[in-house]
């Protein structure tokens, strides 16, 4: 069964610093994975969609990478804003999985001003 | 184009009692699933589909109920509810090759109380 992990599972940084946040999956046969951003009593927003072909995509201040083999995806978000202060998921999609995504329990940040 | 529509956004029910939780999507979506939220326990799938008249049971299908008649259109039926329901619950839709659209939309959500 995939596992996907979330660390840190919470992170506060000022604003101007840029934030590493990491997801780790255990089974390297995905068809994508995608980052979310979620703000409380929110919904989730999509912020980057990446094909398991795909290395990396990126999206203003966001880029996504993905290393399928060891299982890692990082997201970097370059010189943090206030506004960027939310839950961030990332979810796997598996090749035997049609229609289910498999979520991390999501990375919580604060950006302080 | 409205994404993922959910309805209604908040409901109170009480133990016992039976709703439906209503999701449409507008993208021609082959797949649409079914999640609820909890506290400490993340994203938990209940039941998705990968096209019209195909459903299957997710991580948590227990006291849900789901049919899919038409592309658009993928209600959620609670049939006994009981208070460990009490969640938030989100509907997600993927899934267009003509558009290349591969990536999962949802909504905005559904707060249910059960009391």
């Known amino acids: 069964k995939q596992e996907v992990t979330q660390i840190p599972a919470a992170l506060s940084v000022p604003e101007g610093e840029n934030l590493v946040l990491n997801c780790s999956f255990t089974?390297?046969?995905?068809?994508?994975l995608q980052w979310f951003r979620q703000d409380p009593g929110k919904g989730l927003t999509s912020l980057l969609l990446i094909q398991s072909s795909q290395r990396e995509q990126t999206s203003g201040r966001l880029n996504a990478s993905l290393d399928k083999s060891s299982g890692r995806s990082t997201l970097y978000i370059a010189a943090s804003q206030p506004g960027d202060s939310a839950t961030y998921l990332c979810?796997?999609?598996?090749?035997?999985?049609?229609?289910?995504?498999?979520f991390g329990a999501g990375t919580q940040v604060v950006v302080t001003p | 184009n409205a994404g993922v529509t959910q309805t209604p956004k908040f409901q109170v029910l009480k133990t016992g009692q039976s709703m439906t939780l209503q999701c449409a999507q507008d993208?021609?979506?082959?797949?649409m699933s079914w999640y609820r939220q909890d506290p400490g326990m993340g994203l938990r799938l209940i039941h998705y589909s990968v096209g019209a008249g195909i459903t299957d049971q997710g991580e948590v299908p227990n006291g849900y109920n789901v049919s899919r008649s038409t592309t658009e259109d993928f209600p959620l039926r609670l049939l006994s509810a009981a208070p460990s329901q009490t969640s938030v619950y989100f509907c997600?839709?993927?899934?267009?090759?003509?558009?290349?659209?591969?990536?999962?939309?949802f909504g905005s959500g559904t707060r249910l109380t059960v009391v």
């Open positions: 979810a796997v999609r598996g090749t035997d999985s049609w229609g289910k995504l498999q």
């Open positions: 997600a839709s993927s899934y267009n090759k003509d558009r290349g659209d591969y990536g999962y939309t």
């Open positions: 089974d390297s046969a995905i068809y994508n």
């Open positions: 993208m021609n979506h082959e797949y």
